[in-house]
């Protein structure tokens, strides 16, 4: 069983950046692909990132690519998510995951943390 636990978000004005972290506990974290997910209110959760197990591969929802980063420090069982350049229409809860695949569809991601909130002020 992994335990995750998202820390790093909060109120930032457009433009500004965030840096989100998720630390793993349970698992072998270096054999689970990780991903980042968001979900705005009334919509539905989204992919934004994810990132190999190897940290080989990596990938970015368009919405995100080029403004965001997802990286993974396999020693530390954390993964990051760099957010620049942020917009309003980042704001919602941000969720890492993680899963035994490469995958950036949410039902093949094993493991869930809680949650942190984003806002971004216009």
């Known amino acids: 069983q992994v335990q995750l636990v998202e820390s790093g978000g909060g109120l930032v004005q457009a433009g500004g950046s965030l840096r989100l972290s998720c630390v793993a506990s349970?698992?072998?974290?270096?054999?689970?692909?990780m991903g980042w997910f968001r979900q705005a209110p009334g919509k539905e959760r989204e992919s934004v990132a994810a990132?190999?197990?190897?940290?080989?591969?990596?990938r970015y929802t368009d919405s995100v690519n080029g403004r965001f980063t997802i990286s993974r420090d396999n020693a530390k069982n954390t993964v990051f998510l760099q957010m620049n350049s942020l917009k309003p229409e980042d704001t919602a809860v941000y969720y890492c995951?993680?899963?035994?695949?490469?995958?950036?569809?949410?039902?093949?991601?094993?493991?869930w943390g809680q949650g942190t909130q984003v806002t971004v002020s216009s």
């Open positions: 990132i190999s197990s190897n940290t080989y591969s990596t």
């Open positions: 995951a993680a899963a035994r695949v490469f995958a950036t569809t949410s039902k093949n991601y094993d493991y």
């Open positions: 349970g698992g072998s974290f270096s054999s689970y692909s």
